[in-house]
């Protein structure tokens, strides 16, 4: 799976995106936030100080209880406005 990473989310991790394979028992985006956090210290910062940033499936705009299974991509961003 493709996860990218926007913003301050990209400065902290320190990538714009990476390939992961993930455990069985990742199956939601917060299941992949908890495995991310331990992926580096950088990681563990960046979800730690990330009290509001958003994540969206391919393409599509997610809560953290969605699931991934089976999808390509997953991308956490800052939040956004609009009007």
Do not use: C
Request: proline share 6%; no cysteine.
């Amino acid at each position: 799976m493709k996860v990218k990473y926007f913003a301050w989310l990209r400065q902290k991790t320190g990538v714009a995106e990476e390939d992961i394979t993930l455990p069985d028992d990742v199956r939601t985006v917060q299941n992949l936030v908890d495995f991310l956090s331990r992926r580096s210290p950088a990681h563990a910062e960046a979800f730690t100080e990330a009290k509001v940033f958003g994540a969206a499936v391919d393409q599509q705009v997610v809560q953290f209880d969605a699931p991934i299974t089976g999808a390509r991509e997953v991308a956490f961003f800052p939040p956004f406005t609009g009007g």
